[in-house]
């Protein structure tokens, strides 16, 4: 498969943490309901698994973004919750309330019937999205591709849906571990060929958000959710040299960044609960870092927002090996001209830092 040459390349190069002229900024959830753009195709689309499963829909909207903003990069536009919807589960989003599955996966009876898709049929119109998604781009920037973490997918397996509390998951893990442990093992295989189709399809790096690995004691997170994520990182086929796919995990909420760091990811993501400075002392010799800001000063006013950012600058420091973003995905209510000077101030107050 053959695609038009990259012209910005600052995050690839800054996630081999190798020198760049400006700190490389991309926003989770960049393209959302902040956007009205997206507002209007989420309409035209008639519901949100509409405008996911079909790929000129999700090429629209990864795109709208990189239309309105000097990103320096795009992120496929899907769910995390496209895997189990592909077990058979049912997914379904209810208006205000979220994602819902028909059918949650609560006993070994139930795991056993699971199984990792195929990822030429049924999953098929995410990859279609992703070769529409790169072709469109045309070298503008990187595309990344990503994946919820194999814990984090059970957590809404298994609590059918979105949850306070866990109970339901944390009762798996507590009274029947091996029951919870055969799920997060089909969930990493089915993970692991996600990525991999993703990667075929033209996805330039890679990015698993373990939304809810901070829910878990620090032992816990070791067992039900870093091992499988270090499987993933062992297993994915990312190529090598100049050509290797980048792979970024992002554990919201966990500090456990050196046990992060040895799965052999290229990069860790950072919410805000934790400084740059720190992170960058602790692992920031071995991998690149993605983060931090506070998705909440997006609320201020320029000069606010401004001076957040500059922060978070100061707290990398100069040096190569930052990717700017947000701590947590960009909220409904932001008003885009916010992140069109989030993305002006990255690239200005950061110009030359990654050289020296």
Same mark, same amino acid.
């Given at each position: 498969?053959?695609?038009?040459?990259?012209?910005?390349?600052?995050?690839?190069?800054?996630?081999?943490?190798?020198?760049?002229?400006?700190?490389?900024?991309?926003?989770?959830?960049?393209?959302?309901?902040?956007?009205?753009?997206?507002?209007?195709?989420?309409?035209?689309?008639?519901?949100?698994?509409?405008?996911?499963?079909?790929?000129?829909?999700?090429?629209? %909207?990864?795109?709208?973004?990189?239309? @309105? *903003?000097?990103?320096?990069? +795009?992120? #496929?536009?899907? =769910?995390?919750? $496209?895997?189990?919807?592909?077990?058979?589960?049912?997914?379904?989003?209810?208006?205000?309330?979220?994602?819902?599955?028909?059918?949650?996966?609560?006993?070994?009876?139930?795991?056993?019937?699971?199984?990792?898709?195929?990822?030429?049929?049924?999953?098929?119109?995410?990859?279609?999205?992703?070769?529409?998604?790169?072709?469109?781009?045309?070298?503008?920037?990187?595309?990344?591709?990503?994946?919820?973490?194999?814990?984090?997918?059970?957590?809404?397996? %298994?609590?059918?849906?979105?949850?306070? @509390? *866990?109970?339901?998951?944390? +009762?798996? #893990?507590?009274? =029947?571990?091996? $029951?919870?442990?055969?799920?997060?093992?089909?969930?990493?295989?089915?993970?692991?060929?996600?990525?991999?189709?993703?990667?075929?399809?033209?996805?330039?790096?890679?990015?698993?958000?373990?939304?809810?690995?901070?829910?878990?004691?620090?032992?816990?997170?070791?067992?039900?959710?870093?091992?499988?994520?270090?499987?993933?990182?062992?297993?994915?086929?990312?190529?090598?040299?100049?050509?290797?796919?980048?792979?970024?995990?992002?554990?919201?909420?966990?500090?456990?960044?050196?046990?992060?760091?040895?799965?052999?990811?290229?990069?860790?993501? #950072?919410?805000?609960?934790?400084?740059?400075?720190?992170?960058?002392?602790?692992?920031?010799?071995?991998?690149?870092?993605?983060?931090?800001?506070?998705?909440?000063?997006?609320?201020?006013?320029?000069?606010?927002?401004?001076?957040?950012?500059?922060?978070?600058?100061?707290?990398?420091?100069?040096?190569?090996?930052?990717?700017?973003?947000?701590?947590?995905?960009?909220?409904?209510?932001?008003?885009?001209?916010?992140?069109?000077?989030?993305?002006?101030?990255?690239?200005?107050?950061?110009?030359?830092?990654?050289?020296?």
């Amino acid at each position: 498969m053959s695609f038009a040459p990259l012209r910005n390349d600052r995050l690839l190069r800054a996630l081999r943490r190798e020198p760049v002229d400006c700190t490389p900024v991309w926003l989770m959830r960049q393209a959302g309901r902040y956007l009205p753009e997206y507002k209007a195709t989420r309409a035209r689309a008639g519901s949100f698994m509409n405008l996911a499963k079909h790929p000129q829909l999700a090429c629209e %909207v990864t795109l709208q973004p990189l239309d @309105r *903003f000097p990103l320096d990069a +795009a992120i #496929l536009f899907s =769910d995390i919750l $496209t895997v189990p919807d592909a077990m058979g589960l049912g997914l379904s989003f209810a208006e205000g309330e979220g994602p819902q599955f028909a059918h949650p996966v609560r006993s070994a009876a139930d795991v056993a019937k699971l199984g990792v898709p195929d990822m030429s049929s049924e999953l098929r119109y995410v990859t279609d999205a992703v070769t529409l998604i790169r072709r469109e781009l045309g070298g503008r920037v990187p595309l990344i591709g990503f994946s919820g973490s194999p814990w984090t997918l059970a957590c809404y397996m %298994v609590e059918g849906g979105g949850s306070e @509390r *866990f109970a339901r998951i944390k +009762a798996m #893990l507590h009274d =029947d571990p091996a $029951t919870l442990h055969k799920l997060l093992e089909i969930n990493a295989r089915a993970v692991t060929a996600y990525l991999a189709a993703q990667i075929e399809a033209g996805a330039q790096a890679v990015m698993v958000f373990d939304t809810w690995g901070g829910v878990l004691t620090p032992r816990h997170f070791r067992d039900f959710s870093l091992r499988w994520m270090s499987q993933i990182a062992a297993e994915l086929p990312r190529g090598s040299g100049a050509d290797r796919v980048p792979l970024i995990l992002f554990a919201k909420g966990v500090h456990q960044l050196e046990a992060i760091a040895d799965t052999g990811c290229d990069a860790v993501g #950072l919410d805000w609960t934790i400084d740059l400075s720190e992170a960058r002392a602790r692992i920031g010799h071995r991998v690149a870092l993605q983060g931090n800001l506070d998705p909440v000063a997006l609320y201020g006013n320029d000069a606010a927002v401004r001076a957040a950012v500059a922060e978070v600058l100061d707290s990398f420091g100069d040096g190569p090996g930052h990717v700017f973003n947000l701590g947590h995905g960009i909220t409904p209510d932001v008003d885009p001209a916010r992140a069109a000077t989030l993305v002006q101030a990255v690239h200005e107050l950061s110009a030359g830092r990654a050289m020296r």
